[in-house]
């Protein structure tokens, strides 16, 4: 398992990127919200968090960790309950 040399900083960067892309792209669900019943969307934003997620735990540098972490809240975004 590789090591990446993170320090606290960084590792709450990791959580709050993912807290930060989610929070921004579920901020506009007010008045225009679709409902979500496309199969097609939701499939690929499942794809999407998959693939960050494998993403992340392959990566060698925090830096690749926090990206993979955004990733995944653009991926997940709109697929909670509302």
Request: aromatic share 6%.
């Amino acid at each position: 398992m590789p090591q990446l040399h993170a320090g606290l900083a960084d590792l709450e960067w990791t959580i709050n990127a993912y807290n930060l892309v989610f929070a921004c792209f579920n901020a506009d669900r007010g008045g225009t919200r679709r409902p979500d019943s496309v199969a097609g969307a939701l499939h690929a934003r499942l794809t999407v968090f998959v693939l960050a997620s494998a993403a992340a735990a392959n990566v060698d540098h925090h830096r690749g960790l926090i990206v993979a972490r955004s990733v995944q809240g653009l991926g997940c975004r709109r697929r909670v309950a509302g």
